[in-house]
C-alpha cells in the first residue's frame, strides 16, 4: 500500500473536496494530517467540518472519533459495513484479472464487477467539487439513496468524505487492485483472500498479510486515540516519511485514479504473487522484497 504516495494523494483530494489492518488507514491519514497541518491547516478544519454532521446526527456510528477526527474516520468505511454499510463494499476493490497461469479472460467464468473503487473516488471527488452530472452517477444515487434511516443530503456528503478518505487508501494496497484467476480460482482468488498461508501475527492469507504491511503493523491502536497513542502513532508517521523521502517517490500529484490502478496492479502481477506458495511460509527474499513496495 503506497504509504507515501498515498498519503498525498489523500491530502489533494480532501482539499478540492476487510481491507487493510486499521493501521495501516490511520498512519496514512496521520500523514496526510501532519503534511497538512504545516502546508494548508484550513483544509484539516474544512475537511473536520464536512464530518461533524455525522457526529452530530449519528454518533453511535461515529463512535472512533474523538479530537482526531480527520484520522480516526479513516476505519469508518470498513466499521459500518455490517451497519447498513454493505452497499459500498465493492468500492474498496478494483478486481482486475490476473492470469497468473496464462489463457484469456474468455477461458474462465469471470465477470469483473460493474463499480468499484476507481469509480467510487472519481466520483466522489466530483461531488465535492459539483462537477457537471454529478447528481446522476450511481455512486452519488447509492450514497443518497444508503445510509443510517432518516439521514440527510448533509449526512451523505459527511459520510462520502469518510468513504473518500479511506477509499485512496484501499487504491494503493496492491490487492485491492487485482483478483489471481486460473484453473483452481475460475471466479477469482478475492485479491489473495483465497491465498492460504501459515498463521502469522494474525494473518493467514495473502490479502492480510499486505493489509498488515507484510507483518510490521498487524496490531490495531484503539480508537478514539489516547493523547499517548496520538503521540506514539505520530512517531511512527514521522519515521516512515523519513525512511521513503518524497523526492523519491514518483507520480505523488498524480491524482488521476485510473493511474493509480495500473501501478497497484503492477505490483501484484509482479511481486505480491511471485515466488510463493499457497500454504507455505512466506520466504524472506520474498518479504525483503515486498516490505518497501508495502511501506511506500
Known amino acids: 500500500m ?38 494548508s491547516p484550513d483544509t484539516i478544519t474544512k475537511v473536520e467540518s464536512i464530518l461533524k454532521p455525522m457526529q452530530k446526527d449519528f454518533p453511535t ?6 479530537n482526531h477526527p480527520f484520522v480516526e474516520c479513516t476505519t469508518y468505511a470498513d466499521d ?22 496464462g489463457g484469456t479472460i474468455a477461458d474462465f467464468n469471470y465477470t469483473i464487477p460493474p463499480h468499484n473503487n476507481t469509480e467510487a473516488v472519481d466520483a466522489i ?25 432518516g439521514h440527510s443530503d448533509i449526512d451523505s456528503i459527511s459520510n462520502a468524505m469518510r468513504f473518500l478518505i479511506h477509499y485512496v487508501g484501499d487504491a494503493h494496497q496492491p490487492l485491492h487492485g487485482v483478483t489471481r484467476i486460473d484453473k483452481e480460482y475460475p471466479d477469482g482468488d478475492k ?27 498487524h496490531v490495531n491502536p484503539s480508537l478514539p486515540f489516547s493523547d499517548e497513542d496520538w503521540n506514539t502513532w505520530g512517531i511512527k508517521a514521522n519515521q516512515l516519511k523519513e525512511k521513503h523521502a518524497l523526492s523519491t517517490l514518483a ?13 497497484t496492479y503492477h505490483y501484484a502481477s509482479t511481486i505480491a504473487y511471485a515466488g510463493i506458495k499457497e500454504g507455505e511460509k512466506l ?3 520474498y518479504l525483503d522484497v515486498a516490505l518497501p513496495i508495502a511501506e511506500k
Not at 21 to 33: P, Q, T, W, Y
Not at 61 to 66: F, P, Q, S
Not at 125 to 148: A, C, E, R, W
Not at 191 to 207: D, K, Q, S, V
Open 283 to 285: 520466504p524472506q527474499e
Open 251 to 263: 507520480d505523488t500529484k498524480d491524482l488521476n485514479p485510473a493511474n493509480w490502478e495500473k501501478e
Open 2 to 39: 503506497n504509504l507515501l504516495k498515498t498519503t498525498i494523494l489523500t491530502a489533494a483530494c480532501a482539499g478540492t473536496a476487510n481491507a487493510w489492518k486499521s493501521v495501516g488507514h490511520l498512519l496514512v491519514a496521520r500523514i496526510a494530517h501532519d503534511i497538512l497541518e504545516t502546508e
Open 191 to 217: 485479491g489473495g483472500n483465497m491465498f492460504p498461508l501459515p498463521g502469522h501475527y494474525g494473518a493467514n492469507e495473502l490479502h492480510a498479510v499486505w493489509d498488515s504491511v507484510i507483518y510490521e503493523f
Open 80 to 101: 459500518i459495513k455490517y451497519k447498513g454499510g454493505s452497499f459500498q463494499s465493492p468500492w474498496h476493490f478494483d478486481d482486475e484479472p490476473y492470469l497468473d497461469e
Open 125 to 149: 471527488v466530483n461531488m465535492f467539487n459539483k462537477v457537471s452530472g454529478y447528481k446522476d452517477t450511481y455512486i452519488y444515487k447509492s450514497l443518497i439513496s444508503h445510509g443510517p434511516s
Open 61 to 66: 456510528w461515529t463512535t472512533k472519533e474523538g
